[in-house]
């Protein structure tokens, strides 16, 4: 999107950028600041005096009244304690107060966060320690401070140091192995994130109407609509006057922020949209992340809208994920998965990706979880998802290079692009010939990967620390291997071959959608995990736990925490679904049912029909009501985790599917004027 002299004067105006910086900081106290960002070293106190007194000037230049550390909890939100900038100095006046031990350390009150048994609440001490690579920012006239969130004792109470953590691990290793294969001019290398965000926009009016939307973020009842997507005629449709300008305004409130979006457009189901932040290094594009859909929920607010961000709000048409876009390159700027056009970045390119896939497979059920989530559970395995089973696309052609490799053949490329495997590889594969895959959930771009498993509501920080140390860990086990080795060429092709041999199964360049799939995948050794109740043992299995401490992610009270929490929310989540839905039919649709009955006396055959039929529904579902109160007694009085999970996954959820599937059936009957709820082709297709 080309930017007017005004776009670019508004863009990033809210932000403490490193061009704003050197409006306030000096040039030598900037550069120390850089150094140490690069070489993640700490800060001296005197350059954190000078960036503190700097972001205060700009801040209260432009107006800000209050600061707060930001920060992002275990719930997988954001969260802020407002700190006035004023303070009285005892003689009638006033004077600003904001320096470095403001900037560097916050004490919000911990208790009421998640912390999976890391911390008890009378102990409610909770540290927020400033994230100096990342930028701060201005909102709602408060100043925003990135920080990590920690214990007293410094256990990780928050998605973002994790994160930090698995970059830095991947830098290492992804550096140690470049050395090995010769490369001395690389000193670091990031991970590059793009994360696309789906979403559904319905009018306020109608989402007030609904509990369920209300306080689920979904709907849990509901006919089909009239129409759905079977004409596909929303996909990249024209945007219709009220979404344009609420587009507009977002990006607007994006680029004050300097979050720049891509591209956006309609997405496959009616009513949902899709945008894609141009991509930049993990730690931003999770702060963008977090703060993208924070912005659109009030944005929307303001156009009379909401923005629904559940990963299926609707059943019966396409639900809303978040492709996690992810690639590595050196501080130089080279991808390390782009194919290039050399043969020595050729060998490099095809050990990264080997190493992935190796990686893929070896901890499948680790990526998984980092998907799994109640709202998740309703997308996964659908016919619009990735399917629960994790397998990667590398597209034909690079599939075809990887089976020479296998079997040591030369490649003989597409007409002019002659590859010999082995000895001199020449391979150039530009993004045009990667054909797509739209139901892979491991997907190979031209030079990225695309997640597509995580859900839209989900953080973006444990798929990308996931993926970020499974890459570690694989590149590690190659350098130790090559460290090993005198003939380093030989020793390179020969890691490659091997690698690919043990993990050809994890490839996949069929339909995903497609039932013979699962077959498939079970004969291929694959793990099918469909749902979150599946993948809560899969997160502790011994290499999971393995993996993510020695690469130093998470120690083990910090691992054993984030089970609880996971195993905590999806119980939590399923159980207000089921008491809204209880709630909803015993307030709402047995009273819409009477009604609808008294309505008619029953004088005409069609009218005793429709009695016999709504009467009939209305007694099975008072019998299916009845079953899920009895389900949720049970829950209630299960005190230990494991059962609370069995009954949630098993006996709530089919609960909750026997009363929705009746309900549905009678709104189908019953007269509209007695239906209490917005039904889906209003909500669908108000706007
Ligand atoms: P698609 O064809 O999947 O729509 P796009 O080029 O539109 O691909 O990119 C989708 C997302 O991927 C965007 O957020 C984009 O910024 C991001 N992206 C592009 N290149 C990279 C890369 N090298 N690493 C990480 N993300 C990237
Ligand atoms: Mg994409």
């Not at 801040?59 to 600061?67: D, F, Q, S």
């Amino acid at each position: 999107m080309g930017k007017t002299p005004g776009e670019n004067e508004r863009f990033g105006i809210d932000l403490f950028n490193e061009r704003t910086m050197q409006r306030y900081i000096s040039e030598a106290s900037l550069s120390v600041w850089r150094e140490c960002v690069r070489k993640r070293t700490v800060l001296p106190e005197k350059i954190a005096d000078d960036i503190a007194d700097g972001m205060k000037r700009w801040a209260l230049e432009k107006g800000a009244t209050h600061y707060t550390h930001w920060f992002q909890p275990l719930n997988g939100e954001t969260a802020e304690k407002h700190e006035g900038f004023l303070i009285p100095d005892g003689r009638d006046g006033y004077r600003m107060e904001f320096s470095r031990k403001e900037l560097l350390r916050g004490e919000p009150d911990a208790s009421s966060f998640p912390s999976g048994g890391l911390r008890s609440t009378f102990e409610a001490r909770g540290y927020s320690a400033w994230d100096p690579t990342s930028y701060a920012f201005i909102k709602d006239k408060v100043l925003c401070i990135p920080t990590v969130f920690c214990t007293y004792s410094g256990e990780v109470l928050d998605k973002k140091t994790p994160l930090l953590r698995s970059s830095d691990a991947l830098n290492r290793q992804a550096v140690r192995v470049l050395k090995l294969l010769g490369d001395e001019h690389t000193e670091s290398v990031r991970v590059n994130i793009g994360a696309e965000q789906e979403y559904f926009l319905i009018p306020k009016d109608l989402f007030q109407q609904r509990e369920d939307l209300r306080l689920c973020g979904r709907t849990l009842i509901g006919a089909d609509a009239t129409k759905k997507q079977e004409l596909e005629d929303h996909y990249y449709g024209a945007i219709k006057p009220e979404i344009a300008a609420f587009m507009q305004d977002l990006n607007e409130e994006l680029w004050k922020l300097g979050i720049c979006a891509k591209t956006e457009h309609n997405e496959v189901a009616p009513a949902q949209y899709e945008m894609a932040p141009f991509f930049t290094d993990a730690n931003t594009a999770n702060d963008q992340n977090q703060l993208t859909m924070e912005i659109m929920k009030r944005v929307a607010d303001r156009h009379d809208l909401v923005c629904l961000f559940h990963e299926k709000p609707f059943a019966g048409i396409n639900g809303s994920g978040k492709h996690v876009n992810w690639s590595v390159s050196t501080d130089k700027g080279e991808n390390l998965f782009s194919p290039g056009t050399t043969p020595a970045e050729n060998i490099r390119f095809l050990l990264f990706l080997t190493a992935f896939i190796k990686g893929v497979d070896e901890y499948a059920g680790l990526l998984r979880c980092s998907a799994a989530h109640a709202g998740n559970d309703h997308r996964l395995g659908g016919q619009e998802a990735p399917p629960a089973i994790i397998s990667v696309f590398v597209g034909s052609e690079l599939e075809a290079v990887i089976d020479s490799l296998i079997n040591d053949e030369p490649y003989t490329g597409r007409e002019d692009r002659l590859l010999t495997v082995g000895k001199d590889v020449l391979m150039h594969l530009s993004q045009d010939n990667t054909d797509r895959n739209r139901t892979s959930p491991v997907a190979f771009t031209g030079n990225k990967f695309e997640f597509r498993m995580p859900g839209a509501s989900q953080s973006i920080a444990t798929p990308v620390t996931y993926l970020n140390t499974i890459m570690a860990q694989e590149l590690k086990e190659c350098a130790e291997y090559l460290e090993t080795r005198d003939d380093r060429a030989e020793a390179v092709r020969s890691l490659i071959r091997d690698m690919l041999s043990a993990h050809r199964r994890i490839l996949f360049s069929g339909n995903g959608y497609d039932p013979a799939w699962v077959e498939e995948a079970a004969r291929r050794g694959l793990k099918n995990l469909r749902t979150t109740a599946e993948t809560i043992p899969e997160f502790l299995r011994e290499e999971n736990v393995r993996l993510l401490t020695e690469n130093g992610i998470y120690s083990s009270a910090e691992i054993a925490s984030r089970n609880e929490i996971h195993q905590e929310s999806y119980c939590g989540t399923t159980a207000i679904e089921a008491r809204t839905m209880r709630e909803m039919i015993r307030k709402n649709i047995f009273g819409a049912v009477s009604a609808f009955l008294s309505s008619m006396d029953g004088a005409f055959y069609f009218e005793k029909e429709l009695k016999k039929t709504a009467g009939m529904l209305g007694n099975d579902l008072l019998q299916a009501v009845k079953d899920l109160e009895e389900a949720l007694e049970a829950f209630e009085a299960a005190s230990d985790p494991a059962s609370r999970l069995e009954i949630a996954s098993t006996r709530l959820t089919a609960r909750m599917a026997d009363c929705r599937r009746i309900t549905d059936q009678l709104e189908d009957v019953i007269d509209s004027r007695f239906w209490p709820y917005p039904t889906y082709t209003r909500l669908l297709f108000a706007i």
